[in-house]
């Protein structure tokens, strides 16, 4: 299995320049095509306690953000000029309900992390996460590019890490090493010592170089405990089920999806 097709979601309203120069990067090095999306839903007209009301936009408005969006799309493909081939989508609804519907052309999609602040309505990852069907890679603002140095699995034997890991064998295969995290698991030893070697034989059967097998007990949350690990190991990337649990459990109570989407300093992928 390998990457054919790479989308990447582009703010509409603010520069994501070193998001696209990771996707540009990621896309070339598996020679896939690249996608570009960006979406924006109308502005509410007013918000009256939990009532929000929206205005149709008009056509003045209509027709600025036409040109708002070929104007980044010709930037975009511009920018993709020296890849295989690149792609420009883009519509005035909601972008994480237009980026979960245009997933079904992609093998992997590029987001940026949860906005701050819990302004979900400019851009939601964890609801492409849970709808879109196919594995996101959650890229910090700060970062341009993807080492192919380290990598860590933070590993629950759950669907949705087991999915994760199979969605991550084209990146991990170029890894030079790959750690295997256990954190706080409720499984008995013996059972957790097998679903970790399992785990590890499955790996080096895809010709993974699993470099070490790391077992922690539960210091607090494990979200930011992985995070932690990961800073201590020096990894490029976190391969993660997401959303094991109910996403409003997560909301009210924390945990780790939550962090990887807000907090993490890393590169993440995550399915579910």
Known sequence: MDYAAIM?????????QGRTQFAIGLADSFEAILIGVAGLAPRPAF??????VFAEPGAGELRRMSAHFDEMGKRFLAECKDLKQAEWRSALEPPS?????EARAADLIVVGPRPAGGRHELFDPGAVLLRAGRPIMVVPEAVTS???HRAVIAWKDTRECRRAVRDALPLLRRARQVLIAQIGVDESEP????????????LVRHRV?????????SKGPAGMQLLQLAKDEGVDLIVAGGYGHSRMGEWMFGGGTHALLAASPVCCLLSH
Do not use: C, N, P, W
């Open 209 to 217: 170089v699993v470099a070490a097998e790391i077992r922690q007990r």
């Open 47 to 52: 918000v009256a306690g939990s009532l929000v």
């Open 8 to 16: 990447v979601h582009l703010d509409a309203e603010r520069a994501t």
């Open 97 to 101: 309900e237009l980026l979960a519907r």
């Open 191 to 202: 059972e957790a010592k097998r679903s970790l070697s399992d785990v590890t034989d499955y």
């Open 146 to 148: 993807l080492g192919f």
